[in-house]
Structures are given as structure tokens and as C-alpha cells.
């Protein structure tokens, strides 16, 4: 049950700490409302409700009057010393007035009479037509989400907002150092929640199950690509790989396009990072010398997957037996690279969750396959114009409408390898920029990507395994899709449990970390194909032929 914080208490609080504290109530607030019936009402419950009501309206009241404060000050920090009357018509912006902009397009709590309040926030910036979008608004994306204290962690209040990983650290040793009272005793098993990323994403990024025609009415405004920078998906994914070039950027796995709040809510560090997860379109979902370590690799995590699990809500609800990844003791680092890990493997199940609600298509064999000379630069581009052609006569689709393709991160190095050993060729480089931009002709947005056709997804085959692989793959799947077709649906909140088993102490496994967040990837149109093609980085192009010696595939 919600512990609802006293009006004078709310001062402890920063405006998100209160946002998810009124998640935390509103929740609780639906579902006792939903089963609460004439024949069942008591009044506990009827009082329970008005204290959950009473809490939403203090609670925004105490958000509001921070607000006019603020502006208020504001306007005094804004108001200019005495000034000639000449000057007083300038029309420039002063710093002051930039600022107060930035403040006033941080998220806005806002309420109803029926519902707890609701985290909104001005889409504006992001999502305008091209002569109102500055290299600012495309460089920027939002990042909706905060670390929150649970409930009964010592030294933090229930809601309290964590400053970072190395905050939730802290959290997560306060918590477990009270796991020391309990050695030496047996049949014990504790699980106690730690903290919680709560996704805060705007009204216009949620949908609330309760109305088919509303959830699809937001899901379509989302993946409405006329709604993008430049007008559709290609133009606005070129003009933020232009931004990210002009701001000495790395600009290819990080051109995210579509004006879906990050996936990353926390921040990662090691050599682990969350680059190269899958882009879609995304809702939330409610309902001494020195002893060191040299750090962690991502298998040192991962290692074969076993430590992380898929399972249904049915699943979950028969009572099913998780399976828990120990941490070693740098517990901040390790928490980092364990949540950077887990989004890879959430990633992984999401791509193959695409792949499988996908039509297969071989290009490799059989009658009327597919022709070309097996170049990877040729058959690469030659089949994905081909593929996006189909889908458009198939469709009658827009001749200039865009579509997304996905594929591993390793094509690019074979793309290169074949450019490169061509005759002649005129720029051996091949840039990404290039790469991109011959893509974009065709009208494709390309998201090259990690967690699939490699190593830690392929059982151990390609990419990132173990041993080092002395050749990368020659046969290749993409996916083809028009923009928008898959939409990613996500739970609003990520919970970071501690777990304290007697039975491990003789593997001196004494605790524990559990993570757990829900999605679910849904296909919102009716065309979506999984191409195979086969590739030879040989360099081979036109009437050449492999001749001796040179490579073959």
C-alpha cells in the first residue's frame, strides 16, 4: 500500500520525486476505484480514496506554488538595470529569457477532477515542420525517467530521487547491509525492493488499455512520419546525422530519429554502453601499489544469457522460479553494466520478436531468385530497393514514403571490405555518411544494429564470441518494413531488487540483484519481411570474374 507523505512533508521532495510519488498514488487509486462496487464500498475504502485524492491536490498544489515561485523569480532575474528608452526595444532574447524557456518546457504536472495528475510535457520542439527545427531541437532527445527510492530503504524516503547509478548504489548497500544479521541461520530467502526508473513519459507517449480507439488514435499520432522533422523519416534521420556530424558527433548508431522519449534512462560507463539498440517508435505502457579490477567486458555480464529471462505475465502469475545473476563487489559498476546489459538483451528478444511476426523472404536459391553478382555493396542495395519497391506496389504506398530497414552492425565492415577491393574505386573509404546517404536515395532509413546475427544471439556464432572469429558473415537478413509498422510498448516502471538466500551461503553467493520491466512489441500494420541474401566481400562487380587466388565466398 502507497504510504501517503504529509502536505508538510512534500518539501523534502524534488518536483519528480512528487511526480512519482502521484504515479505511485494514482495507481493505487485506479485500482481500488475499479473494484470497488455499491455492494462492496466500506468506509476504509471510501476514506482510503479521499486520502488519495486529498494527496493528489496537495501535492499538485505544492508542485504549482514551486512553479509561480520560480517564475516569479524569474521575472526579477529577468528585469533589466536602468536602461536608455532607446534600448529598451531590443527584441533579442537575454539569457535570462532562454533560460526561463528551458525551465518552462521541463515536464508540467497538470490534474484533473477524476484522476491523479498526469506527467505531461510540450512535444513542440521536437516534432515540427522543418523551417522551425534548429540543430538544438534535433540534437536533443528526451529523456523521461527518474531513479526513486523504495519504500524502507534505510537513510532514504519512500519516493526520495536518486542522483545517478552511484546513488542507487548506495541505496542498494544500505539495503543489504541488514542481510549480516541473518548469516549463520538457514531456510532464509528475502527480497526487498531497492529502487525504481519510473518512465515518466508524456500523455501524448501513454496509452492506458482501457480504449482501443484511444490507444491506436495515440499509437498512429506516434508513428505518423509527416509529424518528423523535415516531414518524414529519412529527412529527419538525415538531419540529425548532419547535427551530430556539424556537432563532431559520432553519427550513424546514434542517429535515432523517431521523437520517441530514449530508451536509456540511466547512465552507463565501462565499455559497455546501450549504443546500437533497435529504434522504434515508443509508448509507455501503465497498467594500495593499487589492487583494481580492470573493468568488465559485456560477456563478463551476459556470458551465454542464462542469467536473464523471458517470461509471460502467465508465467509470472503460476509462481515461476527466476533465475538470479550474482554481482561481484563493485557494486556501481557492476549495477551499471548489468542494466546496460539487460537493455541488449531485452533488445535481442525485441528484434527477434520482430523477425518472427515478420514474412520470410530467401533470396538465396530456388526458382526466381533473386539475381546478382555477390558483391556486398550490390547485393545489399540491389536487394533492399527491390524489397521496398515490392512493398509499395504492394501497398500502393506514397512513391516518396519511407521505410525502415534493420540490420546487424557488422554489415558495414563487410560493405567496406568488398568497396575497398574493387578496381578503381574512386573513394576506398566508403564513409557512413555515404553508406546513408545511397540508402536514403532509395528511400530506406537503415538502423544498424547489436543483438542479432551475432554471437551472443546466434548461439555463439559470428560477432563477439569468445574466440576470435577470423571471418564475418557471408550471408545476410534485413527487415524491411513501412515506417511505423512496429511500435515498442514498455511497463512504467524498471524495479532494482535486492534478494538474500540462506541456501547460497555455501557459494558465498549472500546477495543478490533482480531487475524486472515489461514490453511487448506490437506489429501496428499488416506488411513486414525478413530478407536472406548472400554476400562476398570479393570486390567482384559487373563481368569480373574470382580468379585464382583471390577471395572467394
Sequence with gaps: MFEIPGAEELTRFTVSAIAALQAEANTEYQALLGETTEENVTRDKLDRLKALRDFANDSQAEVDGRRARSAELAEFQAAPEETPAAEAEVTEETPAAVEESL????PVVTTTTTTTPVVTVNLSDISG?????????????????????????????????????????????????????????????????????????????????????????????????????????????????????????????????WCAPSTTIYDTCLQITTDGIADFPEVQA??????????????????????????TEAQIISGVTKPCLTYPEYVSTFIRGALASSAHQINMLQIAAVVTGSTAVDLTAGSGAFLGDGSVVSQIYSAVEMAIVDIKYRLRLQRSASLEVKMPFWVLAQMRADWIRRNATSDPNLA????????????????????????????????????PIKALPTQLVFLVYPSGTWVRAVSDVITLNSVYDSTKLASNQLTQLFTETGWKMLRMCTTSRAYTVNICPSGESGAQRVSAGTITC
Design 286 to 311: 501503465t497498467r594500495g601499489g593499487i589492487r583494481h579490477n580492470q573493468g568488465i567486458e559485456f560477456d563478463g555480464i551476459f556470458g551465454d544469457g542464462t542469467g536473464f529471462f523471458n517470461y
Design 432 to 467: 557512413d555518411a555515404v553508406i546513408n546517404n545511397w540508402f536514403a536515395t532509395r528511400g530506406a532509413v537503415v538502423d544498424f544494429v547489436y543483438d542479432w546475427q551475432d554471437a551472443f544471439s546466434s548461439a555463439g556464432v559470428g560477432p563477439g564470441a569468445d574466440t
Design 129 to 257: 515542420g522543418v523551417s522551425n527545427t534548429s540543430a538544438a531541437d534535433v540534437l536533443a532527445l528526451p529523456n523521461y525517467g527518474a531513479i526513486v527510492a523504495a519504500a524502507d530503504v534505510p537513510g532514504y524516503a519512500t519516493g526520495q530521487k536518486l542522483d545517478g547509478i552511484d546513488e542507487m548504489a548506495k541505496a542498494f548497500v544500505a539495503r543489504t547491509n541488514g542481510y549480516a544479521a541473518h548469516r549463520g541461520a538457514s531456510g532464509v530467502r528475502m527480497e526487498h525492493q531497492v529502487a525504481m526508473i519510473r518512465r515518466e513519459y508524456p500523455k501524448e507517449y501513454q496509452v492506458f488499455g482501457q480504449s482501443e480507439l484511444d490507444d491506436t488514435k495515440t499509437i498512429e499520432g506516434i508513428i505518423d512520419e509527416s509529424k518528423l522533422p523535415g516531414g518524414s523519416l529519412v529527412a529527419a534521420t538525415k538531419m540529425r546525422r548532419d547535427a551530430l556530424t556539424a556537432a563532431g558527433m559520432q553519427s550513424l548508431t546514434a542517429a535515432v530519429a
Design 103 to 106: 525551465t518552462a518546457a521541463a
